[in-house]
């Protein structure tokens, strides 16, 4: 056996003792540290002292994750190296203090010191283990002899200390029970298993399961195969549990491919309008914000369903004629229509719905003044805090203060806020004539927000028919010809304070054969119908495709 593969002891040897706990304390100072090395008669053996200072020197390299430096101490160092860097590799320590104890030399000349080794493991606690080391001198300086056995009084040539999980981490699972491949919802999980992102951050603790146990354990591996050959501490973790949410993989699919090769921020969401449940989740960038669920933005005209909603139920028809100017001016403020278009004469409140008209709906305000449109608002649960499993916003309709407040929030515009997450709902509800809570995560939901206005079923039967004529012959004609018949609403937002403004493209909609609604939002991304449309478009298309 080749000498760094062997520990010389000598005298009575201290046994391993190995412990876990989760909160320690740990003794620092000369006491800790400190070291008494005595000849026969009393007096300091200055030999023994040497040697010692010696060891502690590789111990406190160790310690510091300075493995070559510690290696250069010993009598093998690239044998030394590889261990050391591989043990702290492994282990991933958050502190480490190793501590020489009392030497002692023997008729040969060599110097025995034990140590004692404490490290903190996060997923572990306290690992603390005693061990021994003999120093030979060389060329009048004290060398540690390096073996395996001296790294850890259990290990072998050929093994390492590691980590082995006991808790095992719980998959987010699809609504078929299958590992999620969302990446918007999902997010990623640290090097130390705890979750940075997403669905995984919010559900950590319950992924990770432990019961407030240490989550892995010390083992001996062999450093080829990195098979645990023995334990060296003892969990009595319990494996995490999974989280189910509502994602149909199929859905999620066609979402995430119809996203591919958009070039500015972008969300994408899909409900299913019976039940609430959400489909589908797909944000660009995948990281950062939620957008689908938790961003924050001016609606624009696809709020016009809500305001739609707000004058059908005064007493508007959408067979009403109606004028659409190209301006309409609120007390100084002139608010036009995109690029500034009308609409002839004769044409009724449906054409100037599926055009989208900002003029008629300004012009028209008063029919959803007053606290009409917050109520309108209120009956697609806008206004409630929404327990869905995740963190959302849930859009904000204040009452109006002022006549050009409500003028522009007639339009989605001034204080009317929303997220993609609030605009697939409205489609939704017009699809099913009733608000559902979205639902992403069943087994955390303790409460759904209930709507607390009602929709009467004439005001929606109407909705649909403005829906679906804004496909066939208005804004929303990029969806034209798509199976299933898609009924929709366009929105060009503006924001910010350039000149002209700069818009978020919308569109949201439904299918009017199936339990499905959509919303579709480009951040600072053009108009709704010429480029959130085609996205829509491509979503259906691709979802059609998969059968």
């Avoid at 996203?259 to 969300?267: D, F, P, Q, R």
Wanted: proline share 5%; aromatic share 6%.
């Amino acid at each position: 056996m080749a000498r760094h593969d062997r520990a010389r002891r000598r005298g009575p040897r201290r046994g391993p003792v190995l412990g876990v706990a989760v909160a320690v304390v740990l003794a620092v100072g000369a006491g800790w540290w400190g070291y008494r090395a005595w000849s026969g008669d009393g007096e300091r053996d200055p030999e023994v002292a040497a040697a010692t200072e010696r060891l502690q020197s590789f111990l406190d390299a160790w310690a510091a994750g300075e493995a070559a430096k510690a290696a250069a101490l010993s009598d093998s160092p690239e044998n030394a190296e590889s261990l050391l860097a591989s043990v702290t590799t492994n282990l991933k320590p958050t502190k480490a203090k190793l501590s020489a104890g009392e030497g002692e030399k023997n008729d040969k000349g060599e110097v025995t010191v034990p140590y004692t080794a404490q490290f903190i493991i996060p997923a572990v606690g306290l690992f603390r283990y005693d061990s021994e080391a003999t120093l030979v001198k060389k060329a009048k300086q004290w060398t540690v002899e390096f073996g395996s056995p001296m790294i850890h009084p259990r290990l072998k040539p050929g093994q390492t200390l590691a980590l082995q999980t006991v808790a095992k981490r719980a998959a987010v699972l699809d609504t078929n029970g299958d590992d999620l491949q969302a990446a918007s919802l999902r997010g990623s999980v640290d090097e130390q298993g705890r979750g940075t992102f997403g669905l995984e951050a919010r559900y950590d603790k319950q992924l990770r399961g432990g019961g407030g146990a240490a989550t892995s354990e010390v083992v001996i591996a062999d450093r080829q195969s990195g098979h645990a050959e023995a334990s060296l501490t003892k969990s009595s973790a319990k494996p995490g549990t999974p989280v189910k949410t509502t994602i149909d993989p199929k859905v999620q699919g066609a979402v995430a491919k119809a996203m591919e090769g958009l070039k500015v921020n972008a969300a994408l969401i899909a409900l299913e309008p019976s039940t609430g449940n959400i489909l589908a989740v797909s944000n660009r960038p995948a990281g950062g914000l939620n957008r689908a669920l938790a961003g924050q933005y001016p609606p624009g005209s696809t709020f016009k369903v809500v305001t739609a909603a707000a004058m059908l139920k005064a007493g508007v028809k959408p067979s009403d004629v109606v004028e659409c100017p190209k301006f309409a001016r609120v007390d100084g403020q002139r608010f036009e229509n995109q690029n500034q278009f009308t609409l002839p004469a004769g044409s009724t409140f449906k054409d100037s719905f599926a055009k989208s008209c900002n003029t008629m709906f300004v012009e028209n305000r008063a029919k959803a003044g007053g606290s009409a449109l917050h109520a309108a608002a209120a009956a697609f649960g806008i206004g409630g805090v929404w327990d869905v499993g995740d963190s959302t916003y849930d859009g904000s309709v204040p009452v109006s203060t002022s006549d050009n407040d409500l003028a522009a929030s007639t339009i989605g515009q001034a204080r009317v806020q929303a997220s993609p997450l609030v605009m697939a709902s409205i489609a939704a509800t017009v699809k099913e004539g009733t608000f559902n809570q979205p639902v992403l995560v069943p087994d955390a939901v303790k409460k759904k927000h209930e709507a607390t206005a009602r929709l009467d079923p004439s005001v929606t039967g109407d909705l649909r028919d403005m829906m679906r004529a804004t496909v066939t012959y208005g804004a929303g004609s990029a969806l034209a010809g798509i199976p299933g018949q898609p009924h929709a609403k366009t929105g060009t937002a503006e924001f910010g304070e350039e000149k002209p403004p700069r818009t978020h493209a919308w569109m949201i909609g439904y299918q009017g054969d199936s339990d499905l609604a959509w919303c579709v939002m480009l951040e600072d991304g053009g108009s709704g119908g010429a480029d959130a449309g085609p996205v829509a478009a491509r979503f259906l298309k691709g979802l059609t495709d998969a059968g």
